[in-house]
């Protein structure tokens, strides 16, 4: 039988092991890139979940209503906000301020007996 021989590893301080993908950097994501793009252009951007409840539930914001919604995110902005809720054309938006992100979109239908939390403001558009 061979015997096994250790031989130390130097380590040092702050070393960790190296894993899939440590120390390169992410793989670039072609949406993520596209929604940050729209929200520099446009001043609010949606995240990727309420881009979906958006399309799901059929819900067509035009260049107008994010007009609308970017004034109001500044307004809100301006008076300290950070999280809200805004009543939009039949749909309830929940938005951070601080980030300038709409999280979800609620349709109406979907609204009726819900609760939103963690809200410090509201505003009817």
């Not at 670039?28 to 929200?39: G, S």
């Not at 995240?47 to 399309?55: F, G, Y």
């Not at 107008?64 to 805004?86: N, T």
């Amino acid at each position: 039988m061979k015997e096994i021989v250790k031989t130390p590893a130097k380590a040092e301080q702050g070393m960790a092991g190296i894993g899939r993908r440590q120390g390169k950097s992410p793989k670039p994501n072609a949406t993520a890139f596209a929604r940050e793009l729209h929200a520099v252009k446009h001043g609010v951007k949606f995240s990727r979940h309420a881009e979906k409840r958006l399309e799901l539930r059929g819900i067509a914001l035009d260049e107008e209503d994010k007009a609308r919604l970017e004034s109001a995110v500044d307004r809100m902005a301006a008076k300290g906000s950070r999280e809200a809720l805004i009543w939009m054309k039949q749909t309830a938006l929940v938005v951070s301020v601080k980030n300038r992100t709409v999280i979800t979109a609620v349709d109406e239908a979907s609204a009726k007996e819900n609760i939103f939390t963690n809200i410090d403001s509201a505003a009817i558009l």
